[in-house]
């Protein structure tokens, strides 16, 4: 049986893009987003939640060591 690919489509009719987050709070968390077009990301979002659960404090200190 084929399982159906659900791709979350913002407000505005967009669908959500899957994205990696690489800041030090939320080192390789993915996350679903839309943003403004023609504006940065940072500063326009307009749709935004996350794909991955929380990660473990321990992990998030392995993944930054990692990254150095």
């Keep these: ?10 407000y505005c009719r967009n669908p959500a893009k899957l994205n990696t987050s690489w800041s ?3 080192p ?4 679903l987003g839309v943003k403004s077009l023609g504006v ?5 979002v307009i ?5 991955d659960p929380p990660l473990m ?3 998030q200190i392995v993944l ?3 990254l150095k």
Excluded at 28 to 31: A, G, L, N, P
Excluded at 40 to 44: A, G, I, L
Excluded at 47 to 51: G, K, L, N, S
């Design 1 to 10: 049986m084929e399982m159906s690919v659900v791709t979350p489509v913002c």
């Design 40 to 44: 940065s990301f940072e500063n326009h």
């Design 64 to 66: 930054l060591g990692l």
């Design 47 to 51: 749709f935004f939640t996350w794909f």
């Design 24 to 26: 030090n709070d939320n």
């Design 57 to 59: 404090p321990h992990s």
């Design 28 to 31: 390789s968390m993915r996350f």
